[in-house]
């Protein structure tokens, strides 16, 4: 299984931010859209990705404030990315290593989404779900002892 196969059954709804918008802004969009996280885009080029994790370490820096910072000072400026064809094996030791939970998924210097480690974890669930069904229906149809076939 390949990261497209998760971006198809997920949508292509993308959710980004520039480094320059408020940290408070950023963390109402988050909140209003349900999300865990922005790709940080800058004249088109992926700069960075804020997840609750990072927001969460500017606020205890700053006293327990959102204060006045921009997305630029909170972000991770150097996030981990994968492909559409990166398999899934791959992106999942890849998050595992780095403790990412969210990767932008690039094509050459285009987004195409973002997978998170729900969504890793899911499609693992839902494939082994479909291969316990099949190996079921499998043993359902196996033929009898003395019968020819």
């Known amino acids: 299984m390949k ?16 480094p320059d918008e408020p940290l408070a802004r950023a963390v109402e969009v988050m909140a209003e859209k349900d999300i865990g996280s922005l790709v940080v885009m800058e004249y088109g080029d992926l700069v960075g990705m804020l997840s609750f994790r990072e927001v969460i370490q500017t606020v205890v820096k700053n006293g327990g404030h959102v204060g006045s910072f921009t997305v630029r000072a909170a972000m991770d400026d150097a996030p981990l990315t994968c492909t559409p064809e990166t398999e899934l094996d791959e992106v999942r030791r890849m998050m595992l290593a780095q403790h990412a939970r969210y990767l932008p998924v690039m094509d050459q210097k285009m987004l195409m989404g973002v997978v998170s480690f729900y969504d890793v974890a899911k499609a693992v669930v839902d494939a082994q779900n479909f291969e316990n069904k099949m190996l079921k229906a499998y043993i359902r149809d196996w033929p009898e002892e003395g019968t020819s076939g």
């Open 3 to 18: 990261v497209s196969d998760i971006l198809r059954v997920k949508g292509n709804t993308l959710y980004t931010t520039t």
